[in-house]
């Protein structure tokens, strides 16, 4: 018998909506691998488990919050109930720590345990590929499955349900958008881990509002979380009318839903840019200081970056750059040249 059709498969994925959008080719190649497979994903946040959770080849989603992270007894309560889950096989993705991927599967009671290659810190693995830094993710987390003979295009595709795209219909109808208007998606946060330091700078996402709602007859939606409501108003006061401001207003299934029935996307180095990507929306992604040979989203997108010598410098830990000229050299005519092939 096949590791892979053993029964219930678990994949580990901490990371954020990017990460988890760059894992979903992996998945599909090993649920197509093994049709009989009960695949289940777990994770740190609520977001990507939204994402994913009526994505028809994954059967459970499954989040460790907070609140249980910083209680033992917490802890116990939910390994409690992984052991009672009875998981075969768990996959850590990308970029994940073993030592703790690991330990959570043993301590879960699974017996087969596949993830990248640390060094000695990949022990508690039975099945392990070597890590290289070189390639991209979502091609590292190919590798990772192939453990188990699965293998496919690595194009992250995201399935939107008939019923999020009608809700989205209807939003855009109460807030005056018909049918047949063009809409540009616009995200200008980023994600969780030192966001900040990936944003092209708010005052350029409003010059761009204006210049497209100046030069084109497009509608701009702005989308984003909640510690991000305060971009959207500001660029709604750029962009005026036209600027319609849905941050931290809809779940993430419907921003999914929102981002695909945009004529294009622009959005810094984040989740929702991968999003875009694999929904088939169109997407201008602004890079600064991470490498987009390693993270970019893949689909029909435009990266667009201003070339530095210190690039790439983003790694886990302080970025010591206080100037961010990658990001704050790099015009708003210069971003819309590059949105507007789109429209």
Known sequence: MKWGEKGKTLFIMPGGIGNMVLLLPAIKAYALAYPAAFIGVLALEKAPLDLVKNQEYVKETILIDKKTRASVLGMIGFILTMRSKKYDIAIAASGVNPVKAGALAVLSGIGARAGECWNCLSALYNRTVRSSGLLHEADRNMAIVGLFGAGGEPLPVLDISPGDNERVTELLDRAGVEEDDVIIGMHPGSGKEQGEKKRWPLEKF??????????????????????????????????????????????????????????????????????????????????????????????????????????????????????????????????????????
């Open 206 to 343: 409003k010059e761009l509002a204006e210049i497209i709602s100046r030069k084109t007859d497009a509608k701009v939606v702005v989308l984003g979380g909640p510690k991000e409501e305060g971009f959207g108003e500001e660029i709604v006061a750029s962009g005026g009318h036209k600027v319609l401001n849905f941050i931290n207003k809809l779940e993430m299934p419907l921003s999914a839903a929102m981002i695909k029935r945009c004529r294009a996307f622009v959005s810094n180095d984040s989740g929702l840019g991968h999003i875009a990507a694999a929904v088939g929306t169109p997407l201008v992604s602004i890079f600064g200081p991470t490498d987009p040979e390693k993270t970019r989203p893949r689909g029909a997108v435009k990266v667009v970056r201003k070339v530095m010598p210190c690039q790439p410098c983003f790694r886990k830990g302080a970025i010591k750059c206080e100037g961010s000229d990658c990001l704050t050299s790099l015009g708003a005519q210069e971003v819309f040249k590059e949105l507007a092939v789109f429209l």
